[in-house]
């Protein structure tokens, strides 16, 4: 079955950077768009970034263009999220998730906290 | 950037009822929206995909409609299992945009 299992979430210090990874299986994950969705503690759902199928487009959220960076290896069925210039109002739970074209967000992962605190 | 204006923020009903919940478009999204049930503590399920689409597994009490500008979710015959709070989302444009949510509660 489709599965997507994030890592390396984490409290980090303001200005810090973090890398988070989301592991994909059960799927051609070659075929698939995958984006990030965070939701800071009690608050609504928003969209990060994606990095489409074979990670020649990638596109962000205004809030974190030029800090936040996508990334994804096909051969490993990963993608990553490196996170730079913390600051507080990135804490939040993140969410990878699969997209079919068209479709919306049909599988996601557990999700993984960051925290940023000094 | 499109944003997306859900109504009611909260809503309170009983086992049995039926509910909407709406959703609108700063601009037209065509019939690209979803909507979401989110548990405390769990990730976003997909219900509702392209405004009307069924996900696979889905319960039929389960129905979405609208295009361009305006959207619902309806639910009928609310079961217990259903109080969770509710989310539509545009993905037409990059950044794809979601609503504020809307929390459906236990009268």
């Known amino acids: 079955q489709v599965q997507l299992v994030e890592s390396g979430g984490g409290v980090v210090q303001p200005g810090r950077s973090l890398r988070l990874s989301c592991a994909a299986s059960g799927f051609a994950f070659s075929n698939y768009d995958i984006h990030w969705v965070r939701q800071a503690p009690g608050k609504g759902l928003e969209w990060v970034a994606v990095i489409s199928y074979d990670g020649s487009n990638k596109f962000y959220a205004e809030s974190v263009q030029g800090r936040f960076t996508i990334s994804r290896d096909n051969s490993n069925n990963t993608v990553s999220l490196q996170l730079n210039t913390l600051r507080a109002d990135d804490t939040a739970v993140y969410y990878c998730?699969?997209?079919?074209?068209?479709?919306?967000?049909?599988?996601w992962g557990q999700g993984t906290l960051v925290t940023v605190s000094s | 950037d499109i944003q997306m204006t859900q109504s009611p923020s909260t809503l309170s009903a009983s086992v049995g009822d039926r509910v909407t919940i709406t959703c609108r478009a700063s601009q037209t999204i065509n019939i690209w929206l979803a909507w979401y049930q989110q548990k405390p503590g769990k990730a976003p399920k997909l219900l509702i995909y392209r405004a009307s689409s069924l996900e696979s597994g889905v319960s039929s009490r389960f129905s979405g409609s609208g295009y361009g500008t305006d959207f619902t979710l309806t639910i009928n015959s609310l079961q217990p299992d259903d109080f969770a709070t509710y989310y539509c989302q545009q993905y037409k444009t990059y950044p794809y945009t979601f609503g504020q949510g809307t929390n459906l509660e236990i009268k």
């Open positions: 998730t699969k997209a079919p074209q068209r479709w919306g967000f049909d599988s």
